[in-house]
C-alpha cells in the first residue's frame, strides 16, 4: 500500500501529463519514480536507500513462500 495521499498521487499524475505529453509509457515511468522518491522522503531514506530496502524485502518474502511451500 503505498504511503503518499491519493491528492499527492494525482498531482504526480497530472504533472506527468504535462511534462511528457503523448508519451504514456514515460508518463508511468515518471509517476512510479515520483512515488518511490516520495516514500523514501517519508521514511527518511535517500531513493537509492528506500529502493534497496524493498529489494531486500522482496527477497526475503520470496524465502519464506519457498520454505513454507517445502
Do not use: W
Not at 491519493?6 to 508518463?27: I, N, S, T
Not at 516514500?39 to 527518511?44: D, F, L, S, T
Amino acid at each position: 500500500m503505498s504511503k503518499i495521499t491519493e491528492k499527492e498521487m494525482e498531482e504526480v499524475r497530472k504533472m506527468a501529463k504535462v511534462e511528457f505529453p503523448g508519451d504514456p509509457a514515460l508518463q508511468q515511468v515518471h509517476i512510479a519514480s515520483k512515488i518511490i522518491a516520495k516514500e523514501a522522503e517519508i521514511e527518511g531514506l535517500s531513493f537509492l536507500e528506500y529502493a534497496k530496502s524493498l529489494g531486500k524485502y522482496q527477497t526475503r518474502n520470496a524465502a519464506r513462500k519457498m520454505q513454507f511451500m517445502q
